[in-house]
């Protein structure tokens, strides 16, 4: 995994060290700023991987700030932070020129991964045919799956998140990001839909004797990695 | 205090104007009637004049001019009790016989006031004529002029007028006691309106306009002023059940999660026993977050700005997606979850995508958590008119009749199923997105079972 660089705008003293805190034992390199004029300045002179800019800041507020350092050319991905039940806040914020948004409250496990899925959206394994975790092989475009040589067959939906699991490879996917991925569903869910095709792909892919590739991160999500 | 004022203005004008507009007319017909009438006596005098000349020109013809001169002195003679005027002149303009001196000589008609008259000897009583309309005439010795008082028309005119005044009059007082009467009504019916409005101000909801058996301005302006209040107590009402709710349906995760936090403070506890708390804390602070996140996001809804982003939307498509995320979990509790989606008609609606797919996964979601293993649920699209509509099925317990309007309410839930997780938002969410979409939404027995049909048209 790549060390980033990640600035922080956002003026709750506590959120702000709290968020700060989790990306650095991330392994990132944080800036934090609790002023909009002074984001911008920073956002705008530095180049940073991922911005995290909360929605509502003094000084100036957080999508214009997006929209500032757009116009100026600015290509760091934005992770916007909104406030609750504001889905018009949301859009204008994509619309804005945000990649991506979390509602406040929110798990800080769940802001991590999302920022590492936009800090890595650049290196993604986007045109790599064919995607490998140890023994496992997944064939993009023939829509196959093969471990240890052995060919499995899965459901529409569990390729699909095997195949965000593995584009991924190394990274937390959470359950938001799967809904996102695979069904475009953009809100919470009563059931557990995730966690129940998760187990199910989990029973098709890791079969008893075979080496473990997908991992529960408690709390977070899930992750397919090369065996240790 | 002006308000009041004001309404007393406009009673006072109506009546004014009311009053006003019935003087006019009637001072109109009353005039026309005048003039009429005048005209006609007059013409009448005029035919009276005429007979007499004819009959003295006939003396004339026969008799000859003596005889004439007789005639006219003996008529003249008994004249002023009739107020007839004669006068007979020779060729020269000379007297002749008559009552009255020689004056000059005219064509037709003439209206000769009294005073200009130039009368022989004393006339005592005058009746109420003020002047003479007569005529000259030729005979064969010389000219003739007859005339009549004007009394007879001046006594009609001035009864007339007697009696059309009265009748001005009359109805004056009538238009003015009429105006009055309706003004007052209509200012009585503000203030009642007045009235209940300040009530509601006041905060008696319930406080409504009267209304008034007339079908009229004031009462339609009183049915919508109504109409608006019961809106008002509604959505109040509405308001106050769910701050009520939320007090209730937080206040419990909140002091449970306070109590456990409490225990593991005060015991001894293991890392394990931490552990366990913190991550309960975490669920009901998710909970609550859920709660929060729902009620704002059916407030956005409610508020209809997202209809400005709405596009085309396959329901096909969006249902088999749907229902493509649910089915694991419905067959990991042993229902079978079967989809029927008639695709020879296109399904198209137009719509908010995210929206749409939480209003179906919500009721699938509903059915698999509420129905007892081994459960049908069915999910069916098909046409209906010139609408789609899509019927989700189960064979699960139900919701009573009784409760089916009461379970889109916010926060609301079946008694049984306080227990179980949720926020109680699903239905009222599924409620609002539907009425966003101008789409019906009804629930019905399956027997047993429930049925959620959502029209759209």
């Known amino acids: 995994m790549t060390a980033m660089r990640i600035l922080v705008v956002e003026d709750d003293a506590q959120t702000a060290a709290l968020v700060g805190q989790a990306l650095r034992d991330d392994g990132h390199t944080v800036d934090v700023v609790a002023e909009g004029r002074e984001g911008l300045k920073r956002g705008a002179i530095n180049a940073y991987d991922v911005l995290v800019v909360d929605r509502m800041l003094p000084g100036l507020d957080g999508l214009s700030i997006v929209q500032s350092l757009r116009t100026a050319g600015v290509k760091s991905a ?9 889905i018009e806040d949301r859009i204008e914020g994509l619309e804005g020129g945000g990649d991506d948004y979390l509602v406040k409250p929110f798990a800080l496990g769940e802001l991590v991964a999302r920022v590492n899925a936009l800090g890595r959206r650049s290196t993604l394994l986007n045109d790599e045919v064919v995607l490998w975790v140890a023994d496992l092989e997944l064939h993009r475009i023939r829509r196959e799956v093969k471990r240890n040589g052995q060919p499995i067959t899965l459901q529409p939906r569990e390729f699909k998140m095997l195949e965000t699991l593995m584009q991924s490879k190394g990274q937390v ?11 475009d569903f953009e809100f919470d869910l009563k059931t557990s839909i995730v966690s129940t095709n998760i187990s199910r792909l989990r029973d098709k892919i890791d079969r008893p004797g075979d080496t473990p590739l997908i ?14 | 205090m002006n308000r009041t004022k004001l309404t007393g203005r406009t009673a006072f004008r109506l009546a004014a104007i009311f009053a006003a507009i019935i003087t006019l007319t009637n001072i109109l017909i009353f005039s026309i009637l005048y003039f009429v009438i005048s005209q006609q006596l007059s013409t009448h005098l005029k035919a009276h004049v005429d007979e007499v ?3 003295l020109v006939d003396v004339d013809e026969t008799g000859g001019f003596d005889a004439l001169a007789n005639m006219v002195g003996r008529h003249a003679l008994v004249a002023e009790s009739d107020e007839d005027i004669f006068l007979l002149t020779d060729k020269n303009h000379a007297y002749v016989s008559g009552n009255i001196k020689p004056m000059p000589k005219f064509d037709g008609w003439r209206t000769i006031p009294w005073r200009e008259l130039p009368l022989i000897g004393e006339w005592k009583a005058r009746r109420s004529s003020t002047a003479v309309i007569g005529a000259w005439s030729n005979v064969k010795g010389g000219y003739l002029f007859v005339g009549d008082g004007n009394g007879d028309i001046r006594d009609a005119q001035r009864l007339l007028l007697k009696g059309l005044s ?4 009359i109805s004056l007082l009538s238009a003015i006691i009429g105006g009055s009467i309706l003004g007052l009504n209509a200012q009585k019916r503000m203030r009642a309106i007045e009235h209940a409005l300040n009530a509601v101000s006041s905060g008696q909801l319930q406080e409504r306009v009267p209304r008034s058996s007339a079908s009229d301005d ?3 302006v009183a049915s919508l002023i109504n109409g608006t209040l019961d809106r008002l107590q509604k959505l109040i009402s509405n308001l106050k059940q769910v701050s009520s709710d939320i007090a209730h349906d937080l206040r419990t995760p909140i002091s449970r999660m306070r109590q456990k936090l409490e225990v593991v403070q005060q015991a001894t506890s293991d890392l394990q026993t931490y552990r366990a708390t913190v991550d309960d804390a975490l669920l009901e602070i998710d909970g609550i977050a859920e709660t929060f996140e729902a009620l704002l996001r059916i407030t956005e809804i409610e508020a209809g700005a997202r209809r400005t982003r709405f596009a085309n939307v396959d329901l096909a498509s969006l249902l088999s997606n749907v229902t493509d995320a649910v089915t694991a979990v419905a067959e990991d509790r042993g229902h079978s979850l079967s989809a029927s989606i008639d695709s020879s008609q296109p399904n198209v609606v137009f719509g908010d995508r995210q929206l749409l ?7 699938l979601e509903n059915s698999v958590e509420h129905c007892q293993s081994g459960a049908r649920i069915k999910v069916e699209l098909s046409r209906n008119g010139d609408g789609s509509e899509v019927r989700i099925s189960d064979n699960g317990p139900g919701i009573p009749i009784e409760e089916h309007e009461k379970v889109f309410r916010r926060l ?4 049984k199923s306080r227990t179980t997780r949720g926020s109680g938002l699903g239905l009222s969410l599924v409620a609002a997105i539907a009425d966003l979409h101008g789409a019906k939404l009804s629930l019905e027995d399956n027997h047993p079972g429930l049925v959620t049909r959502i029209s759209f048209s």
């Open chain 1, 173 to 183: 996917i959470t359950k938001t990001m799967f809904l996102r991925d695979v069904w």
């Open chain 2, 218 to 220: 004031i009462d339609h």
């Open chain 2, 53 to 55: 000349r004819k009959t």
């Open chain 2, 357 to 363: 797919s939480q209003l179906f996964i919500n009721v």
């Open chain 2, 412 to 415: 609301y839930r079946l008694e």
């Open chain 1, 215 to 228: 991992h529960t991160v408690r709390g977070v999500g899930y992750r397919i990695d090369e065996p240790h």
């Open chain 2, 166 to 169: 009265w009748g001005i009059a």
């Open chain 1, 78 to 86: 934005i992770m916007l932070l909104t406030s609750m039940g504001a």
